[in-house]
Every structure is written in C-alpha cells, then in structure tokens.
C-alpha cells in the first residue's frame, strides 16, 4: 500500500513537472511595435516603406540553453512575422502583400538588459501579393516571391546577424533592436530589413571580440615568421 502510494505520488509530481512552464521561455508579442523596412529604387522618391508586424507576430527564446537553471545563455527557438503591405509607385501602380516570415536559428547571451546575438539566424517568407496599374495584371494573386524582383531587390544568400535586441527590466519586451537584413539591393546593400521593437538601433557590427582573435591569429603567423623556418618562439642560438 505503501509503495503504491510511493509510485502514485511521483507520477503526479512528474506530471506537475511537465506541465509547469518553463520559466526559461520568453516569448515576446512584436505585433505592432516591430516593423518591416524597405527601400526601393523601383519606387518614387522617397521609395521608403514602413509597415508593422501584423497581429499574431511572436518571437521565442529559451534564455537556458545548456539547461543548468542559470539565465544567460539564449537560443531562437522560432519566429512568426505577419505583415500585410501596399506600396504606392506612383504613375506605374501599386503593390500589396500579404505574407508571413518565419525564423530559424540564432544563439546569444543576455548581456547588459539584452541580448546580444553571437549566430545569425535565416528567415523565410510565404504568403502572396497582388499588382495594381500598369505593372502587372490587376487583381491577380502571385506567389510573394516574386515582388523582390518587382521592387528590384533580392533575399541575402547567408543567414542574418541579428546583433542586439534592447529589452525591458521584466524581459517581457524587445524596446529596440538592430537591423535584420530580409532582402538587399543594387551593390548588395540593405534594401529590406526587420525591426523587433520600436527604437532603431541601426545595422549590426562585427563583434568586438571575433576582430580580437583575428589579430591575435595574424600577430602568431608574424611572429612565427619572424623567427624563422626551424625555431620556436623563445629560443634564439
């Protein structure tokens, strides 16, 4: 009877375990204060477009990757991004859009009151968009695809650094982030980028410490040639 209770007793304590959350999860809710930024030349001037993230727009990370109870070390667990867009083009149409982008990957640490992103992480878009005017057919649905072409811009060929997310003392908001590049333009600059919070914390920069090591690496090569085929550092004949 004992031992009956024993078992029935650690099952329910299991089953508490499993379904308490997990208060390693953030999930942060970007509908409406994170954006999609877009330049274009295709567009008249000033060809700047601005549309935030539609209702259902969520960002997760696990803030315990490695699992030892201790919050600093975070992964992307996933990203859904609904965005519904129009761009006006003046004499030549118009072009609305209606898709969603999903994120994939990326690690980091929390640092300072954010994160700062150490891995990129890689977004794809499905969804569908439709011209108006002279461009193209009228009222037609194509595969959104193809409107970087339209707006003469194309996705990046590697994953996107994400740099630094700004949060708030309860971690339950990103205030700000850097520039996610989503698609890129003439001599490969940015033409198309994500924000995650409303304060524009401009494009990415190598991390201070991957610039350290390549410095150090290139001092090692100098110094090995310095003494020459045959010796080690510290010894001289």
């Given at each position: 009877?004992?031992?009956?209770?024993?078992?029935l007793?650690?099952?329910?304590?299991?089953?508490?375990?499993?379904?308490?959350?997990?208060?390693?999860?953030?999930?942060f809710d970007v509908?409406?204060?994170?954006?999609?930024?877009?330049?274009?030349?295709?567009a008249?001037?000033?060809?700047?477009?601005?549309?935030?993230?539609?209702?259902?727009?969520s960002?997760?990370?696990?803030?315990?990757?490695?699992?030892?109870s201790?919050?600093?070390?975070?992964?992307?667990?996933?990203?859904?991004?609904?965005?519904?867009?129009?761009?006006?083009?003046?004499?030549?149409?118009?072009?609305?859009t209606?898709?969603v982008?999903?994120?994939?990957?990326?690690?980091?640490?929390?640092?300072?009151?954010?994160?700062?992103?150490?891995?990129?992480?890689?977004?794809?878009?499905?969804?569908?968009?439709?011209?108006f005017?002279?461009?193209?057919?009228?009222?037609?649905?194509?595969?959104?695809?193809?409107?970087?072409a339209l707006?003469?811009?194309?996705?990046?060929?590697?994953?996107?650094?994400?740099?630094?997310?700004?949060?708030?003392?309860a971690?339950?908001?990103i205030?700000?982030s850097?520039?996610?590049?989503?698609?890129?333009?003439?001599?490969?600059?940015p033409?198309?980028?994500?924000?995650?919070g409303?304060?524009?914390?401009?494009?990415?920069?190598?991390?201070?410490g991957?610039f350290?090591?390549?410095?150090?690496?290139l001092?090692?090569?100098?110094?090995?040639?310095?003494?020459?085929?045959?010796?080690?550092?510290?010894r001289?004949?």
């Amino acid at each position: 009877m004992i031992r009956s209770l024993a078992v029935l007793v650690g099952v329910v304590g299991l089953l508490a375990v499993a379904n308490t959350p997990r208060a390693a999860l953030l999930v942060f809710d970007v509908s409406g204060t994170g954006s999609v930024n877009e330049i274009s030349g295709f567009a008249p001037p000033p060809g700047y477009f601005i549309s935030a993230f539609g209702p259902g727009s969520s960002v997760s990370v696990e803030t315990d990757t490695n699992g030892d109870s201790i919050v600093g070390d975070v992964s992307l667990l996933g990203g859904t991004l609904n965005t519904s867009r129009f761009f006006e083009l003046g004499a030549l149409g118009a072009i609305s859009t209606n898709s969603v982008a999903f994120m994939t990957g990326g690690e980091g640490a929390l640092i300072d009151g954010g994160i700062v992103w150490s891995s990129p992480t890689s977004f794809s878009e499905v969804g569908t968009f439709r011209c108006f005017g002279a461009i193209c057919e009228n009222g037609v649905d194509h595969p959104i695809g193809g409107w970087l072409a339209l707006m003469s811009i194309e996705p990046p060929t590697d994953p996107t650094p994400l740099g630094r997310w700004d949060l708030d003392a309860a971690m339950s908001t990103i205030l700000g982030s850097s520039r996610a590049i989503s698609a890129l333009g003439a001599a490969g600059s940015p033409a198309s980028w994500y924000l995650f919070g409303s304060n524009d914390l401009g494009f990415p920069v190598p991390e201070p410490g991957a610039f350290a090591l390549v410095l150090i690496g290139l001092g090692g090569l100098a110094l090995r040639r310095c003494k020459g085929p045959g010796q080690s550092p510290g010894r001289s004949d």
